[in-house]
């Protein structure tokens, strides 16, 4: 290993999952959170088996089963037709649902809280050829071999290594989301529906007897009304004759202050992931439209990529290299598959797109890592 500590600037997925793998390679890790608790933006998480294998190997497999959902997609037009494309296997359609609370509690447990500390907002580094200092906005430091920038979308680390590339809005494209008790709510799921006025959505079952609901459009106009308004009329665009009369239940259902709304941002291509001390991994460095449902598992692989590189390489500036070298060409074809997903205009097209990105990212695995 070539290094001996780290500090990692995130306890979202992807930092508490490189402190795991870390720490179990034998490196002091130190996990800097802004917030005061570990929490997780949303409802749950698809992790498809990419990600899946990288837990698998930190030992936490069966904990992560037990707590996940096994989804088999299936693509639905607003008459209720389902759609996939028969060119790809079963298992370029499977994925297993996690509950994000959970599994972020399941992580930060296996870290140990006490190399989590809350309340501390990274504002900037300094790095030499010897260490990399993290400066807090409490005026304290912290010193270590590597830095990681986990800290999502909105990254410090990413806005201190490199300036000018704050994340920027995917111009009216929106998302709305819950989890609410399943009650008597209808036992089986629509996974994702393909509307009009380019409209998505879907439900399904989840963890702990809940539904998971969510609604996204591209190319909104100005947003009106309350947001279980606006999701509903999404929702509307989904339902032809009634069929998709469930998911409107669900929406109007769902108490206002339960509904998560998102103008989805975007992190901008980027030329370097990496310094000599720093490295940025997931949303921190490629943060994704939520519409192909993959950045968890992608941001999951980084992890996976980013730990072996450590490991096979005798200087660290060389393994961050190689880390990179890895993850950027990858990356320029997830935004290619992402282009074709999002302009899909009908569920048979974008039964095709996803299959064959979903196969892509299955099989075309990274080089090393996982």
Known sequence: MVIESAIIAGAGIVGLTTAVRLSQMGVHVLVCEQAPEIRAAGASIGLWRNALDVLDDAGLG???????????????????????????????????????????????????????RLGARLIGFEETADSVTAEFADGTRATADLLIGADGVYSRVREHLFPGTDAYEHTGHHAWRATVPAGSG??????????????????????????????????????????????????????????NDALLDLIDATPEDAILHNQIMFVPTLPRWTSDRVALIGDAAHGLSPHIAAGGTLGIEDVGVLTHALTGHAALPEALRAYESDRLPRYRTVHEHSREVEQAGDAGVYAHRYAAFSHWMLTERPKVGI
């Open 62 to 116: 069966a904990a992560i089963d037990a707590l996940g959902t096994p989804i088999a997609t299936w693509f639905y037009d607003t008459t209720g037709t389902p759609h996939r494309d028969p060119a790809y296997a079963d298992a370029d359609h499977e994925f297993l649902l996690v509950p994000r609370r959970q599994l972020n509690e399941l992580l930060a447990d296996t870290v140990g809280r006490g190399s989590i």
């Open 186 to 243: 209808p036992a089986a799921g629509t996974i994702l529906t393909v509307g009009d006025h380019r409209s998505r959505g879907g439900f399904t079952r989840t963890y702990g007897d809940t539904i998971m609901w969510m609604v996204n459009r591209f190319d909104c106009p100005p947003l009106t009304g309350t947001k279980r308004e606006q999701a509903l009329e999404v929702a509307g665009f989904l339902n032809d004759n009634g069929w």
